[in-house]
């Protein structure tokens, strides 16, 4: 954390990202909203924008699963900068949709 200027700067899980934040008043006490920077809000929006995979982002995903092991505290987060323009839940959500189709192939055999 950083302070200048009457702005903080937060470092968001060592990922690269920073945002700045500002104090925010609400029921008596302070907390600090974040707000994005532009690097940082755009790949918010490019990440949220669509949930359609293409090829190279899919097989990125599985890349990045058997490259993270299981165990790593951080490894979704790891994963989603693996993939590009996917962010951690869609990441997460992709892949159980991929387990989900997987067991539906094995019932039909």
């Not at 920077?37 to 359609?52: I, L, P």
């Not at 987060?77 to 962010?87: F, L, N, Q, S, W």
Request: proline content about 4%; some cysteine.
């Amino acid at each position: 954390v950083q302070a200048s200027s009457g702005s903080v700067h937060i470092s968001t899980g060592g990922y690269g990202c920073r945002a700045k934040s500002s104090p925010v008043k609400e029921n008596g006490s302070v907390r600090h909203q974040e707000i994005p920077t532009e690097e940082a809000g755009a790949k918010a929006a490019e990440s949220e924008a669509s949930d359609e995979w293409t090829q190279g982002q899919e097989v990125a995903l599985l890349k990045a699963m058997k490259e993270f092991p299981k165990d790593d505290a951080q490894r979704w987060g790891r994963i989603a900068e693996a993939v590009p323009g996917k962010g951690m839940n869609q990441c997460k959500k992709h892949y159980g949709s991929l387990l989900s189709a997987q067991r539906e192939q094995k019932g039909k055999k």
